[in-house]
């Protein structure tokens, strides 16, 4: 059986190599995202670990290929940035002791930069393709009645807001990867029964209350502005509702698990979410957004203690 420490030993610069084959993959949709989320973890995990010489030979290595490879502009640097940047200093944040939700605030932050950045030069493509798969949906289901008129609506209606909301659902898919990484990086440390930083117990796990005051500003100039300003105001309104339905899960199970309830009935209750699909989603959301102001389970008070 492989000892952690032989692991650790080969890990450290054999982990270079999907580093390195990143900047061949990016262009290939599947493949290279999985590729790009091995490299975000390698690179929290060399930053955590303080590992700065792989941590460089595989940053800037990955960055002369990539240029090498596509030319230099804003889209390569910033997929390349994305890959490397933001879990460089997630890791770094960690591994300096600084508190996971601080660390990851600084992750979340970084990704969603890159993110629209990414965004801002495929935007004509990625309209394209949008544009394309409605023209499909209006010409080929209509025309071979593959569906009726209102499931045709329905599926152009849900590609408009797709295309409406894409700069949103890129830094959440972003955000996405990170957090994978993090957790990648946990098994490995727990599978070495070394010390974990994580977050408290998902029980508690609660949104802090200044975002109130961005959700609210995104809702007040939703109201006086033009298209363009809505439609930034719905992204930013979509970013930050994803995590406010996550933490309104998190108010869910902290009262699901006071009531003892059986597996199969907490089971039977998120399967009621499924079918609720977005009002689920909007009522989840809701109950989080309530909670980071009359916090219901006291988590405050439990910190304070």
């Not at 990143?22 to 303080?50: C, D, N, W």
């Not at 979509?238 to 009531?259: H, M, P």
């Not at 699909?277 to 989840?284: F, N, R, S, T, V």
Request: net charge positive; charged share 15%; proline share 4%.
């Amino acid at each position: 059986m492989l000892s952690w420490h032989k692991f650790e030993r080969i890990l450290y610069f054999s982990g270079l190599l999907p580093v390195i084959i990143f900047p061949l993959m990016m262009s290939i949709p599947a493949v290279g995202f999985i590729i790009e989320m091995g490299t975000i973890f390698l690179m929290i995990y060399y930053a955590y670990r303080r590992y700065y010489l792989p941590l460089i030979l595989g940053g800037l290595g990955s960055l002369v290929l990539a240029l090498a490879l596509y030319g230099p502009g804003l889209l390569v640097i910033s997929m390349w940035a994305k890959a490397i940047i933001p879990g460089a200093v997630f890791g770094r944040f960690l591994g300096g002791g600084v508190s996971v939700p601080r660390a990851f605030l600084v992750g979340i932050m970084l990704m969603t930069i890159v993110s629209l950045m990414i965004f801002q030069g495929e935007r004509e493509a990625i309209y394209q393709v949008l544009d394309g798969v409605q023209k499909w949906m209006q010409d080929g289901l209509a025309g071979g009645s593959i569906a009726g008129q209102e499931q045709i609506d329905w599926m152009l209606k849900t590609v408009a807001t797709i295309k409406r909301l894409t700069p949103s659902l890129m830094a959440l898919s972003a955000v996405g990867q990170l957090f994978i990484g993090w957790i990648l990086l946990i098994l490995l440390l727990k599978s070495a029964s070394e010390f974990v930083p994580s977050y408290a117990n998902f029980h508690y796990w609660k949104m802090p209350d200044f975002y109130l005051f961005i959700a609210g500003l995104a809702i007040f100039i939703r109201l006086i502005g033009g298209e363009t300003i809505k439609i930034v105001a719905d992204n930013i309104l979509f970013f930050i509702g994803f995590f406010y339905a996550a933490f309104g899960f998190a108010v869910f199970e902290y009262f699901l698990k006071k009531l003892k309830l059986s597996l199969f009935l907490r089971i039977l209750f998120y399967i009621g979410f499924i079918f609720l699909q977005l009002p689920g989603l909007i009522l989840a959301a809701a109950v989080g957004l309530f909670d980071s102001y009359f916090d219901f389970r006291k988590v405050k008070a439990k910190i304070i203690g």
